[in-house]
């Protein structure tokens, strides 16, 4: 099946991008992580497309790999951060990483074999498509539509308040 | 095999672990800020399929307001980061250790 291998494709890039945004053995700068999670979002964008969430796959593209990314862009170039110097690395904390990261895996991978997901479902139809998410968030979804428009506000005005050069 | 709920249930537990990890051991302050956008996305991840598999589309309505609540929360968490550099010159955890005792 062409989509089975295509989800394979798509899943490993994020996984392989994902793993570079957080540990890149060539490069440590900042600017090279916020171009892997590009790669990983547009990969994941991918998946969105394959699951049939066609305007969340358009919204991931947007928003993420288009505004946020570019703000993270524009901060580290704001901030001129070099290449990060190797400082020694902490034993303790690394040790301490990794186990909790072991545990949190171990808790998904059990909870995943104990419940057996998706096994007995329907062959799925549901496909998110801008005309049908757009009715459902003007209608079923009014009042949260309204209030994320005022967060997005509130934000905006947080923002200006606290890159004012006078912090007071 | 078929692809089904639970292939990309993995696919997001593995990418939350390793945001996680970024998270946890980096030290430079936007770096981890990107793990936690990495996070994010394995839990909308989660979601879309969730909604997929269950022919119900308000997984992707609550998909689409964590992006909308991840962008504002990433321009208010850069304009801090920021605010810190001028006052402190520095991006790293390390250096960032006045509320530790």
Redesign the interface.
């Known amino acids: 099946m062409a989509t089975d291998i295509l989800f394979y494709v798509l899943a490993a890039l994020t996984l392989i991008f994902g793993a570079l945004v957080v540990a890149n053995p060539f490069s440590r700068n900042p600017v090279t992580s916020a171009m892997f999670l590009v790669l990983t979002i547009i990969s994941m964008a991918g998946l969105f497309v394959l699951l049939h969430a066609f305007f969340l796959a358009a919204v991931q593209v947007l928003v993420y790999a288009g505004a946020v990314m570019v703000l993270f862009l524009f901060v580290i170039m704001l901030l001129d951060l070099k290449e990060e110097e190797r400082r020694k690395i902490k034993l303790m904390g690394l040790v301490a990483g990794l186990i909790s990261v072991g545990a949190i895996v171990a808790i998904f991978v059990r909870s995943l074999l104990a419940t057996n997901p998706g096994k007995d479902l329907a062959e799925p139809k549901a496909v998110g498509d801008t005309a049908t998410l757009g009715k459902m968030l003007f209608t079923n979804y009014l009042l949260p539509f309204e209030i994320v428009s005022i967060l997005l506000l509130v934000a905006m005005v947080g923002v200006i308040l606290l890159s004012k050069k006078d912090l007071k | ?11 997001s ?10 998270v ?5 302050l ?2 981890i ?3 936690l ?2 996070m994010l ?1 394995s839990a ?2 989660a979601l ?2 969730f ?8 997984g ?2 609550m ?3 964590i ?10 968490g ?6 810190l ?1 001028r006052k402190r010159q520095s ?2 955890v ?1 250096d960032l250790t006045s509320m530790k005792y």
Not at chain 2, 13 to 22: D, I, P
Not at chain 2, 51 to 58: A, I, V
């Open positions: 095999m078929n692809v089904g709920l639970e292939h990309y249930l993995i696919v537990a593995l990418l939350f672990a390793l945001g996680l990890l970024g946890i051991t980096r030290r430079n936007i770096v800020y990107m793990s956008e990495l996305n909308n991840l879309v399929s909604s997929r598999f269950n022919d119900n589309l308000n992707q309505v998909v689409f307001f992006i909308t609540v991840a962008a504002a929360e990433v321009a208010v850069l304009a801090l980061i920021v605010a550099y991006a790293h390390e």
